[in-house]
T-cell receptor
Framework: AQSVAQPEDQVNVAEGNPLTVKCTYS??????LFWYVQYPNRGLQFLLK??????LVKGSYGFEAEFNKSQTSFHLKKPSALVSDSALYFC??????????????FGSGTKLNVKP | NAGVTQTPKFQVLKTGQSMTLQCAQD?????MYWYRQDPGMGLRLIYY???????DKGEVPNGYNVSRLNKREFSLRLESAAPSQTSVYFC?????????????FGPGTRLTVL
């Protein structure tokens, strides 16, 4: 079965410091991995995705994610956090079975708090 | 270009009542999805529609029905609401082609079942 895990419910970081939000995955075959962000009372917004190629993926708002096949991880990173980055972050994986190709599985979410 | 719209934004039901959540997208996307979001559980797929005229079950379909009315609209119906269906419901859509993996989400419907 396809799944993702986000081991941290909450991450606290000071503004200007680097941030990491962790995600590990379990899939059969090569994974399609995603990060989404949710601001309060809003729907999810796409940040970035890994399909193939370079293990470091760059996305919106200065975020990037590193794909690590040996550790089955896809951690979200940003070199310098902003207070406005405070939000709920979701990791997701696409089901790679052909008949389930339209199914996506989301992690439980990590709340990022960036303090001034 | 409104993207994905959902109505209503909020709804309170009594146990046993029925209702339909509406979703529409104006991006000419082929695929549409219904998710529910519960604290600590992330988003779980209820139903999806890969294209107009087709629908398939997701992880948690019990107690729900869907209709893909046309390419734009994908509705979710609760025939007999239960307190366990208290949740925030999100509709999403995705295109074909190069960007087929990216989902675009609506603002959500917050449903409370008493």
């Amino acid at each position: 079965a396809q799944s993702v895990a986000q081991p941290e419910d909450q991450v606290n970081v000071a503004e200007g410091n680097p941030l990491t939000v962790k995600c590990t995955y379990s899939v059969s075959g090569n994974p399609y991995l995603f990060w989404y962000v949710q601001y309060p009372n809003r729907g999810l917004q796409f940040l970035l995705k890994y399909i193939t190629g370079d293990n470091l993926v760059k996305g919106s708002y200065g975020f990037e994610a590193e794909f690590n096949k040996s550790q089955t991880s896809f951690h979200l990173k940003k070199p310098s956090a902003l207070v406005s980055d405070s939000a709920l972050y979701f990791c997701a994986v696409r089901d790679m079975k052909l008949y389930n190709f339209n199914k996506f599985y989301f992690g439980s979410g990590t709340k990022l708090n960036v303090k001034p | 270009n409104a993207g994905v719209t959902q109505t209503p934004k909020f709804q309170v039901l009594k146990t046993g009542q029925s209702m339909t959540l509406q979703c529409a997208q104006d991006m000419n996307h082929n695929s549409m999805y219904w998710y529910r979001q519960d604290p600590g559980m992330g988003l779980r797929l209820i139903y999806y529609s890969a294209s107009e005229g087709t629908t398939d079950k997701g992880e948690v379909p019990n107690g729900y029905n869907v209709s893909r009315l046309n390419k734009r609209e994908f509705s979710l119906r609760l025939e007999s609401a239960a307190p366990s269906q208290t949740s925030v419901y999100f509709c999403a859509s995705s295109p074909r082609g190069r960007d087929t993996d990216t989902q675009y989400f609506g603002p959500g419907t917050r449903l409370t079942v008493l």
